[in-house]
């Protein structure tokens, strides 16, 4: 399994906001993607997602193009937003039976795999309560509770980390690493640097709407003759206006 994204132009009316991009993914690795506001990350996101069309370029996971199956492709992926997106008629079960629906998982599946995360992230007692209620925080959990019981090839993670606490965010972290260990992929954009150098693989690192810098740290300290420096040296360096490759 591999997730590709070749010479992706695209952004919002006419005007690009990304160009060319390019990059691979590959099956059991943590990618954190990083860059400013406004560097195109987003805009990335959204066209992976295919809420937008891209003016150039091919996406595709395990081999499924998005132009050709936009269905098919969107279910090898998951996706946790940085604003949860939460429906207020809605009970967390109900979250979690729609989220089934959407992905053609029976709803006892989808409760046998929710389970173990309701209880990671404490609230299997709150399964008929609506989340509209919830503090953002919880609502953040709703949406990680959705996203893992689907078990795609890919999770595209937004700033994963706004308004959870010390212990959520290490469930969080400790989910990624055990999805990585299944051989699934995890993109996760944050602006969490030690985090990010801690626990991903590899970085891409974007900056006015183009990738700078994409590698591990061995390969960013090559790209940027940064030897021995750490991520949030390379990123400030590059972002900055130093030379990058």
Known sequence: MTVKVEHLTGGYGKRPVIKDINFELRKGEIVGLIGLNGAGKSTTIKHMLGLLTPMEGQLTISGIDIKQDVESYRRKLSYIPESPVIYDELTLQEHINMTAMAYNINKEEAMKRARPLLKI??????LDIFPSHFSKGMKQKVMIICAFIVDPDLYIIDEPFL??????????????????EEERTVLMSTHILATAEKYC?????????????????????????????????????????????
Do not use: C
């Open 121 to 126: 992230f404490r609230l299997e007692n709150e």
């Open 163 to 180: 308004g959870l606490d010390p212990l959520g965010i290490q469930s969080m972290l400790d989910l990624m690493v055990e999805k990585k």
């Open 201 to 245: 693989d590899r970085f891409l690192i974007m900056d006015k709407g183009q990738i700078v810098a994409f590698g591990d740290i061995d390969e960013l300290r090559d790209q940027t003759g940064l030897s021995g420096k750490t991520l949030d040296e390379i990123y400030i360096h590059v972002t900055q206006g130093g030379q990058h490759s």
